[in-house]
């Protein structure tokens, strides 16, 4: 069975016929009794409200509401300053930009968001992390999902690709035929999962996008915006009716389940409050010393981060009271947000020194919810990959019930997960993808922070069944 979302991207705020095409999609959804889910634009929200668009926001309401971003390609756009400031300064300001837009978007439509689209090309990890923090936990249009086509858990976030494009079948003859067979092979690919089917619905009627104002960095005053040029009405309904036809065609085919990011989202909904008990932990550790990966047991999944949280926990408990605890529990912590170094040659220290370090980590991990980039062990910087080595290491020998030597060894280990050498990360770039942005913007600290947020990649399978307790449990 596939699950199908149909996506659609609301965000032409200058188009005046731009709200009837939204208008029209939400009413040909709704003729095939389907629910979709349309993806507003802050401004576009505010805008449909100002022309006193009652039918278009009642006719949208009927569906899912998803959030576009406040203002979409007017600049700076998100990736663009983001660029230009570091982490918590970038989460705090896309939180800033982007909180009266949400606000806008649920007031106007009555719903709270699920799930959040990035304009053109514009996102960073950041943007996730700020938009989990804001109640919408669900990216629908993302670069990012397992190489087996499995939804991708990344910074707090749900990740879903956009895979079928209205918009790639505007032109051309056989239309329809064509969408029939392109979706059929695209479903037997899929073998399951997910698949979102999405649109923007200006391009209905509208012969180019109307943010080509902004192209390559540009900021036109506000007198000088123009409606995108119109398509000939006569073109618009050929094409809606086709697209009638095929949605009628993938809702009755019976391998199909159309769904909603919302519905979605809980069915990928992970328990939290768990805690693991200590022979879980050092299993995990075991197969994650092999590869410094993501790891499934028992329908779990745990990111590297995950991991490495566990592990700090334990030791920094060991370094408290003389002996493992029986169980840790699992915090859903991201990824390091600085550059990484890992020393050259192996280093021999202290396992007092060590551990000290770990209650450092610990500590950190507490305040910001996320690794460390650089753990210092007296002279010596140590990278999370070598730093996590070293840790599972001492944890297996002390489970062992070994008395530890006075050293421990710090091997070169590699910081990046093995994800972060998969095609999804390899081919990250901003340069030349969007014709929004502007021609020298290559967003290359933005690309570095997104592989260091591989150390949060994990599949996506929802609620486990591991044997876990409650945090008042634990405390007795």
Not at 175 to 187: H, I, N, Q
Not at 452 to 458: D, H
């Amino acid at each position: 069975m596939v699950s199908v979302i149909f996506s659609f991207d609301v965000e032409d705020f200058i188009t005046p016929e731009a709200d009837d095409a939204a208008l029209r999609w939400a009413q040909l959804l709704a003729k095939h009794g389907v629910k979709g889910c349309f993806c507003v634009v802050g401004e576009k929200a505010r805008v449909l409200r100002e022309r006193g668009r009652v039918d278009v926001i009642k006719a949208l309401k009927q569906h899912e509401i998803g959030y576009h971003s406040d203002t979409h390609s007017l600049h700076p756009t998100m990736a663009e300053y983001l660029e230009e400031l570091d982490w918590n300064e970038g989460v705090d300001e896309v939180i800033r930009r982007e909180i009266g837009g949400i606000h806008d978007v649920a007031e106007i439509f009555g719903q709270y968001p699920t799930a959040w689209i990035r304009p053109g090309n514009s996102w960073a990890p950041q943007v996730m992390v700020a938009m989990a923090l804001l109640g919408i936990p669900v990216a629908g249009d993302s670069d990012f999902e397992m190489p087996d086509g499995t939804p991708m858990r990344y910074c707090n976030s749900l990740l879903l690709r956009y895979l079928f494009a209205f918009d790639d079948y505007f032109e051309g003859r056989d239309r329809l035929p064509r969408m029939k067979r392109d979706f059929d092979r695209l479903v037997a690919k899929r073998d399951g999962g997910v698949i979102v089917i999405y649109s923007h619905p200006c391009r209905l009627v509208t012969e180019r996008f109307w943010d080509e104002l902004f192209d390559r960095g540009a900021t036109p005053p506000k007198k000088d915006w123009r409606p995108a040029p119109l398509r000939p009405s006569k073109t618009s309904e050929k094409m809606l009716a086709d697209f009638d036809r095929f949605i009628g065609y993938v809702v009755e085919k019976r391998d199909i389940e159309v769904t909603t990011f919302r519905e979605l989202y809980n069915t990928y909904r992970e328990t939290e409050g768990m805690w693991l008990e200590l022979p879980t932990v050092v299993a995990l550790v075991k197969r994650i010393r092999d590869r410094l990966s993501y790891q499934v047991m028992e329908e779990v999944a745990f990111s590297p981060a995950e991991i490495f949280g566990l592990l700090a926990w334990s030791l920094a408990s060991f370094s408290r009271k003389g002996k493992l605890p029986a169980c840790a529990p699992l915090r859903r912590i991201i990824g390091p947000v600085c550059l990484p170094s890992s020393p050259t040659d192996s280093l021999r220290v202290m396992v007092g020194d060590f551990l000290s370090a770990c209650c450092q980590v610990e500590n950190y991990i507490c305040k910001y919810r996320r690794l460390p980039g650089e753990m210092r062990i007296g002279e010596a910087e140590v990278g999370p990959g070598a730093f996590m080595d070293t840790m599972g290491r001492l944890l297996v020998s002390l489970d062992g019930c070994k008395e530890p030597s006075d050293r421990v060894s710090i091997e070169q280990k590699s910081d990046y997960p093995e994800i972060a050498g998969g095609k999804g990360f390899e081919r990250l770039k901003y340069e030349g993808t969007w014709p929004v942005f502007p021609q020298d913007f290559r967003g290359e600290y933005l690309i570095q922070m997104a592989k260091l947020q591989s150390w949060s990649a994990k599949p996506a399978l929802g609620q486990g069944n591991l044997s876990r307790r409650k945090s008042r449990d634990a405390s007795h």
